[in-house]
Structure formats: structure tokens, C-alpha cells
């Protein structure tokens, strides 16, 4: 059964710094990975979306790369700002391709 | 624009009663699912459906019940059996081997 790890859980920075959250998952054997944000008491917006035969995407502020072999995925943002305060959540489809899901990690920007 | 609408945005139920929350989606995406996300939790799978009229349990199914009787609805009914439904309720949808795209979601209280 496919698991997701998200570390950090929780990180809290100043407005301007470099960010990385990671993700890992236990199965390889994944049709692609997906970054997501979420709001407080909001929907998940796609961020990202890697698909298995790439290494990475990139938007804007955002890169995200997919090491297939290793089990894992990280999520870049540069020049973090306070709006990019949310919970960063990765998921890799499973069985049926039903969707696995970290817990997220919760970024706090200050200014 | 295409996207999945999810309505009402907040739902109040009674001890006893049943109630139905509403999934569509204009993507023309053959899958769609259905989440749970309780403070401190990750997402949860209640139902989730791969084609019209064929539908799956998830991880916390009891106490759920769906329909999935046109490609665009996937409806969530919470029945009396659900004992604890205080929760927020995501419905997401994805083509087969794609990306997945989230509603902005349901509150539900019990009062």
C-alpha cells in the first residue's frame, strides 16, 4: 500500500527566504506526483503536477522535482512571501488510482 | 471555465437526519471521489466512482451513501447512521491517469 511523508509538518519563516518542503512515497512505481495548496477552510488548488517520465515543472516562484527511484519529490519556493502561507499537501496516485495523500505541511510567511 | 462545484458551502443537519451534498463537474472527468478532512487530519476516502453507474467504498465508508448516475453528479448523502458527520467534505475528479481537480468543499455541522 502506497504511503506519502511530508516533512516538515510545520515551518514558519520571514518573508524573502528560500523554501523547500520534501515528499516521499514507498511505491516507485507512480503515473505522476501532484503538489497541492490549501486555504484554511478551503478547497486544494493544483499546483503542480510531475508526471512520471519527468524530473520536474516549474511555475513561477514554484519548481517542483520527482526522483522517481529514491521515493521522493520537492516542492522549491523562492522568495517566499505571506501569501504563501497555506498547507502544502503532495499526492501520488495508488491502486485503481485512487489518490495517496501526505498530511501536509502547514508554512507560516511573516513579513 | 471547467472546475467542480460544490454546494452548499455550509450545511447544518439535525440528530436523526440525512442529508445530500452536491458534486458537479463540467471537466467530462470519467473518475470522481469523495474526502473527509477533520482538524489535524489528512484527507480521507469515503466513496469514490471510475465510471457512471459503478461506484467503490473508500477508507470510512459507514454511514455514506452515492450516486453516480450522469458522468457530471457524484452526490454524497450523510445518513443518520454517520454518528459523528461534524467535518469538512471534498469531492474531486480526474480523467483516468491525470491530475486530480478538488471543489472548494462542504462544511457540515451537526446541530
Known amino acids: 500500500k502506497q504511503e506519502v511523508t511530508q516533512i516538515p509538518a510545520a515551518l514558519s519563516v520571514p518573508e524573502g527566504e528560500n523554501l523547500v518542503l520534501n515528499c516521499s512515497f514507498t511505491?516507485?512505481?507512480?503515473?505522476?506526483l501532484q503538489w497541492f495548496r490549501q486555504d484554511p477552510g478551503k478547497g486544494l488548488t493544483s499546483l503542480l503536477l510531475?508526471?512520471?517520465?519527468?524530473r520536474e515543472q516549474t511555475s513561477g516562484r514554484l519548481n517542483a522535482s520527482l526522483d522517481k527511484s529514491s521515493g521522493r519529490s520537492t516542492l522549491y519556493i523562492a522568495a517566499s512571501q505571506p501569501g504563501d502561507s497555506a498547507t502544502y499537501l503532495c499526492?501520488?496516485?495508488?491502486?485503481?488510482?485512487?489518490?495517496?495523500f501526505g498530511r501536509g505541511t502547514s508554512l507560516i510567511v511573516h513579513p | 471555465d471547467g472546475g467542480i462545484t460544490q454546494s452548499p458551502k455550509y450545511l447544518f443537519r439535525k440528530e436523526g437526519q440525512n442529508v445530500t451534498l452536491s458534486c458537479e463537474q463540467n471537466?467530462?472527468?470519467?473518475?470522481m471521489y469523495w474526502y473527509r478532512q477533520d482538524p489535524g487530519q489528512g484527507l480521507r476516502l469515503i466513496y469514490y466512482?471510475?465510471?457512471?453507474?459503478?461506484?467503490q467504498k473508500g477508507d470510512i465508508a459507514e454511514g455514506y451513501s452515492v450516486s453516480r448516475e450522469k458522468k457530471e453528479s457524484f452526490p454524497l448523502t450523510v445518513t443518520s447512521a454517520q454518528k459523528n458527520p461534524t467535518a469538512f467534505y471534498l469531492c474531486?475528479?480526474?480523467?483516468?491517469?491525470?491530475?486530480?481537480?478538488f471543489g472548494s468543499g462542504t462544511r457540515l455541522t451537526v446541530v
Open positions: 474531486a475528479s480526474s480523467p483516468q491517469r491525470d491530475g486530480y481537480t
Open positions: 511505491d516507485s512505481a507512480i503515473y505522476n
Open positions: 510531475i508526471q512520471s517520465s519527468q
Open positions: 499526492a501520488v496516485p495508488g491502486g485503481s488510482y485512487i489518490p495517496t
Open positions: 471537466l467530462n472527468h470519467d473518475a
Open positions: 466512482s471510475q465510471i457512471v453507474n459503478d461506484f
